[in-house]
């Protein structure tokens, strides 16, 4: 491989870690924001859109709905009784 095929080599490689490590988790009102939005009908790809963030981060922040539960809500299994 050629010096310049090389360093394209290392710039493409260089350019992937730093979008990779320049991703941003939601805030807990962002989070609640995306869970708001799509209740009221919007879309998965307008919400990664509007955030500027992953396909995987949206469904996360919707997920995180399900497993949160009001403080002081007590949760029994079945088997308990």
Do not use: C, H, N
Request: proline share 2%; charged share 20%.
């Amino acid at each position: 491989m050629s010096e310049a095929g090389v360093g394209v080599l290392l710039a493409s490689r260089a350019s992937t870690a730093v979008s990779r490590s320049a991703a941003r988790p939601l805030t807990g009102a962002q989070a609640r924001q995306v869970r708001s939005l799509r209740a009221g009908g919007e879309s998965i790809s307008e919400l990664v859109r509007t955030f500027g963030v992953s396909r995987a981060t949206v469904y996360r922040a919707l997920q995180q709905a399900d497993w949160a539960k009001p403080s002081g809500t007590v949760v029994r299994s079945a088997a308990a009784g």
